[in-house]
Nanobody
């Protein structure tokens, strides 16, 4: 059973930066794809960024390309999301998720989720 724990959320001014982290554990044999999703009030959960099981490939949602950078530490089993040039529309609960197999952007295909960490961007 994959277990995920997010940290690092908080408040930031528009144009600022924030880094959030996910600690993953519970997969002694094969490594899963690790991903960040976010969900704002009244909106559907959307894919933000993800890293393949072997750490070789990263994928980004269209809205964050060029502003966010995802990184995975294969030894420490962590997934970080460095968020730059934050805007009020980036305000959301950010969730770490995992699935075995290829990374996909559909949140319905991820069986393992963390509790989330709130990021609030004020103008």
């Amino acid at each position: 059973q994959v277990q995920l724990a997010e940290s690092g959320g908080g408040s930031v001014q528009a144009g600022g930066s924030r880094k959030i982290s996910c600690k993953a554990e519970g997969y002694p044999y094969s490594k899963p794809c690790l991903a960040w999703f976010r969900q704002a009030p009244g909106k559907e959960r959307e894919g933000v960024a993800m890293v393949s099981h072997d750490g070789a490939h990263s994928f980004y949602g269209d809205l964050v390309k060029g502003r966010f950078t995802v990184s995975r530490d294969m030894d420490a089993n962590t997934l970080d999301l460095q968020m730059n040039s934050l805007q009020p529309e980036d305000t959301a609960m950010y969730y770490c998720a995992a699935r075995y197999g290829t990374c996909v952007m559909n949140h319905n295909d991820y069986p393992f989720w963390g509790q989330g960490t709130q990021v609030t961007v004020s103008s």
